[in-house]
């Protein structure tokens, strides 16, 4: 008789594994962010970001095609305009480059899943994610010209809009901007639970969108909070948002677990832009098997709860998926 018990035999090979396999991630769990900018022809790498670039409108026709054929399900869109004002006037203008670039994807595939951030940051000259008066973000001005944005994303065909900004109300009043056009097959993802974080540095290069005085703290979250997190997707929730975000991905999947168990929404997780950028250093280097660590990257988010993840490695991971077969 042994005393103890043998956890080794259910793992004595690759069948058997498989068989008792909790968790998976497929390339239908997976939404690529995608930039956009005015103005520019053909692509350009961003330099902190291998692999990802911003697009001219014409490449990003060419790329809505390629992500297709990897059978990517949805894309989230940014956009970089050519000019900022303090009204962020691009940001809701109808033939804005997001716009634009939705209905150039709705063209190109009309069955991709197409959402799109909607933040002010890239749109007004001071980079921060609301209107600014006295040095001060101010909140229930900027909700506003948040909605009106979600509106003009929504008109353009945008299947899901996917708030940024962490001001209060902001579901709310872009569900009632949507009410009040009948616009009842979009959907709202909510950046609900969103982190002060320094993950996000890579992105405000490739965005354009670092503030140009202070920091975000008065309205994205402190990294130190939980409990917090519940009070941010409970009021979405109240709001009217149809599924939940949790961001960065990696550095909280216990936020992602903790929101999964207590919300029957959809949960997303948004695996940023430093968590790419290290990956992708590492493995230039050698120093790490790229594949490994992303498949098991993503496996984890499955585990702590996700339902999709939005990643800079959905085409790599797309292309690994196959190839598994
Ligand atoms: C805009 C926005 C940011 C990200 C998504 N939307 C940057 C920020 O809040 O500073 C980060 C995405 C990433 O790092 O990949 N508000």
């Given at each position: 008789m042994n005393s103890f018990v043998r956890h080794r035999t259910l793992r004595s090979s690759e069948g058997l594994r498989s068989l008792v396999r909790e968790h998976a991630w497929s390339v239908k769990d997976l939404v690529l962010p995608l930039f956009v900018q005015e103005g520019l022809k053909g692509k350009e790498e961003i330099s902190a970001m291998p692999g990802i670039y911003h697009f001219g409108l014409d490449e990003f026709r060419r790329e809505i095609h390629e992500i297709s054929q990897l059978g990517i399900p949805g894309i989230l869109l940014f956009g970089i305009p050519g000019h900022k004002d303090d009204q962020c006037t691009s940001a809701y203008d109808e033939n804005g480059i997001v716009q634009q670039a939705i209905r150039v994807a709705k063209q190109e595939n009309p069955d991709l899943v197409v959402m799109t951030d909607v933040c002010l940051c890239q749109y007004?000259?001071?980079?921060?994610c609301g209107i600014v008066r006295d040095g001060k973000i101010v909140n229930d001005e900027s909700l506003t010209l948040i909605a009106k944005t979600a509106l003009s994303h929504a008109l353009a065909g945008a299947d899901v809009v996917a708030p940024s900004?962490?001001?209060?109300g902001r579901i709310a009043a872009i569900r009632s901007a949507l009410e009040e056009h009948q616009l009842h097959d979009v959907a709202i993802l909510s950046y609900a639970v969103k982190y002060a974080s320094a993950f996000y540095g890579p992105f405000r290069e490739a965005a354009?969108?670092?503030?140009?005085?202070?920091?975000?703290r008065t309205y994205q979250m402190d990294p130190?909070?939980?409990r917090e997190a519940l009070r941010e997707a409970m009021s979405d929730v109240e709001e009217g948002a149809d599924m939940l975000m949790v961001k960065p991905a990696l550095s909280y999947m216990d936020v992602t677990r903790t929101i999964r168990d207590s919300f029957d929404l959809p949960v997303a997780t948004y695996n940023v832009s430093a968590e790419y950028s290290m990956v992708k250093a590492a493995a230039q280097r050698g120093w790490i098997d790229e594949r490994a660590i992303v498949s098991e990257m993503l496996v984890s988010f499955k585990r702590a709860g996700a339902d999709f993840i939005i990643t800079y490695h959905a085409k790599d991971a797309a292309v690994w998926w196959k190839q598994q077969g």
């Amino acid at each position: 008789m042994n005393s103890f018990v043998r956890h080794r035999t259910l793992r004595s090979s690759e069948g058997l594994r498989s068989l008792v396999r909790e968790h998976a991630w497929s390339v239908k769990d997976l939404v690529l962010p995608l930039f956009v900018q005015e103005g520019l022809k053909g692509k350009e790498e961003i330099s902190a970001m291998p692999g990802i670039y911003h697009f001219g409108l014409d490449e990003f026709r060419r790329e809505i095609h390629e992500i297709s054929q990897l059978g990517i399900p949805g894309i989230l869109l940014f956009g970089i305009p050519g000019h900022k004002d303090d009204q962020c006037t691009s940001a809701y203008d109808e033939n804005g480059i997001v716009q634009q670039a939705i209905r150039v994807a709705k063209q190109e595939n009309p069955d991709l899943v197409v959402m799109t951030d909607v933040c002010l940051c890239q749109y007004n000259p001071t980079g921060h994610c609301g209107i600014v008066r006295d040095g001060k973000i101010v909140n229930d001005e900027s909700l506003t010209l948040i909605a009106k944005t979600a509106l003009s994303h929504a008109l353009a065909g945008a299947d899901v809009v996917a708030p940024s900004d962490m001001m209060d109300g902001r579901i709310a009043a872009i569900r009632s901007a949507l009410e009040e056009h009948q616009l009842h097959d979009v959907a709202i993802l909510s950046y609900a639970v969103k982190y002060a974080s320094a993950f996000y540095g890579p992105f405000r290069e490739a965005a354009h969108s670092a503030p140009a005085f202070g920091d975000r703290r008065t309205y994205q979250m402190d990294p130190a909070n939980s409990r917090e997190a519940l009070r941010e997707a409970m009021s979405d929730v109240e709001e009217g948002a149809d599924m939940l975000m949790v961001k960065p991905a990696l550095s909280y999947m216990d936020v992602t677990r903790t929101i999964r168990d207590s919300f029957d929404l959809p949960v997303a997780t948004y695996n940023v832009s430093a968590e790419y950028s290290m990956v992708k250093a590492a493995a230039q280097r050698g120093w790490i098997d790229e594949r490994a660590i992303v498949s098991e990257m993503l496996v984890s988010f499955k585990r702590a709860g996700a339902d999709f993840i939005i990643t800079y490695h959905a085409k790599d991971a797309a292309v690994w998926w196959k190839q598994q077969g």
